[in-house]
Each structure stands twice: as structure tokens, then as C-alpha cells.
């Protein structure tokens, strides 16, 4: 049965849908059995990993609406299999108002959660009813965090909300750890954040992952170009990171 793990921060741009991507591309390149859920409607992670998003492709939102069975949304990209999102996800929030919205990506994913050792889903930059149902259906929240003092103080509030949402909706709920997911090592402010938050994950008790992962163009290049980046760049200093990232929460346990 696959381990699910949710990327989130409701703090744009931090890092989220890149994490998800290499993350599971580093575990595929281990042997892995990986699948991505986009389930967030800009459909980044869908993009960058290079999935159809033409009209007649089945999308998540599918998937929940019950249109499609879910195995039917899952795309072999050649990079990871995915289960893409579209714009109409977003329209969950509205749509749905019954008891029990908050476990319908969980219930979705037990469907093919036997296929896959690892399960990664890319939640949006809200702390909506769509990260909610990716904090439901998961068994490990990673948070990735720039090296900046609002990006902690983001980091600080959804520590607060995962910890007063987790018994209604998931009491097993692990928070697996907080990671900086674009790191400077020459620059003064990386290092003062640094230790801003090593103090901050002591007081709130949630592991700092010791993995950083600088800063490189590379990443955001192979977006553009929907490419495996270990493919891409094995050498890049940004994809090493993500190796070792990767290499660490396995140790941790993952
Ligand atoms: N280590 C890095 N070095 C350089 N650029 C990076 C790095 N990590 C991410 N980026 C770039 O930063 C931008 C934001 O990253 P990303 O989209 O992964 O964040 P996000 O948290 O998913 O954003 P959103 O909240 O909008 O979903 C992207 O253009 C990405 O290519
Ligand atoms: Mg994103």
C-alpha cells in the first residue's frame, strides 16, 4: 500500500510543485513505484510533468465528480505517473458543501493506492478545501519554506491550522518535516534564516529537514521543457540536493 505524501504551504511560490516533481522523480530513479496528484488547479505539476491536458484527457476533478474511474485519470508520462488537475477543480470549494468533502481524495486514491509504493500530491497556495482533503489523505505533510522571514511566519500558521484540523480530519497525520526549498549559501539573509529556523521547528517541535536545496535555474528550466531532471542535470547542484533530500527522509523513515 503506497505511503501518501502532501507538499503544502499556503504561501505561493515557495516551492511546492517543484519539490512534488523532483521528489518524485528521485524516488522513480530508485526503484520506486511513484504517482503525482496535481490537486491544484493551476495544473503546474501537471505541465511540468509534462501530462495532456487537452479536453479529452481525464482530469482528478473527473475522478471525484465520478465521471471517470480514477485508474483512467493516471497518465504514463514517462517522467511519473501523474493524475493531472484542470481549472474546474477549483470549483470544489462551492460545489461540494456535504459532510464528508474533506475525505474525497482520500477515498479516490484508496482506489489505486495498491499500485504504488509512493503516492506525492501538489496542493494549491490556499488553506482551502483542497489542501484540507490532500492533509486527509495523507499519512506525511512535508513543508517546503524559502529562506525568508514571511515564509517562516507562513510556515509558523500552518503548523497551527495542521494542528487544529488533524483530529477531525486526520489524526494520524505525521508532519514529516519542514525543508528549505531555494537556499543562498553566500548569501548573509540564507544563513540568518537558517537558524531562525532551527529555532523555530525546536519550538514547535516538527523536524528541520538538514537537506537545503539551492538555488538553480536548472529547475525551473527543466519546466519549461517537461524533462526528467535527473535526466536533465544529474550534475546540477540543485538536483543533487533533491537526491539527498530524497535520501534523507528515507533514513528518516519515509
Ligand atoms: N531551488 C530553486 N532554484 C531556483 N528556482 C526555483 C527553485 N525552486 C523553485 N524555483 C522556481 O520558483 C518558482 C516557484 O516554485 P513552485 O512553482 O515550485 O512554487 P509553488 O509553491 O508550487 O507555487 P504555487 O504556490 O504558485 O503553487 C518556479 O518558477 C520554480 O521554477
Ligand atoms: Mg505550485
Known sequence: MAKIITLANQKGGVGKTTSTNALAVCLKHKGYKVLCVDFDPQSNLSFSMNADLSDKAPKIYDAIKRAVKVRHTIQRTGIVDIIPADLPLSGLELEFTSRGREFILRDCLAQV??????????????????TINAFAAADIVLIPCLPDAFSLQGTRRLHETITRVKPAINPGLLIGGIFIARFY??????????????????GLNVPLLR????????????????????QYAPKNPAVKDYITLADELLKGGL
Open 113 to 130: 493506492a495498491g499500485q504504488y509504493d509512493y503516492i506525492l500530491i501538489d496542493s494549491p497556495p490556499a488553506l482551502g478545501i483542497l
Open 185 to 202: 549559501p553566500r548569501e548573509d539573509l540564507s544563513n540568518v534564516a537558517w537558524a531562525t529556523a532551527e529555532e523555530m521547528a525546536r
Open 211 to 230: 537537506t537545503r536545496i539551492r538555488h538553480s535555474s536548472v529547475l525551473s528550466r527543466a519546466q519549461i521543457l517537461q524533462k526528467d531532471i535527473i
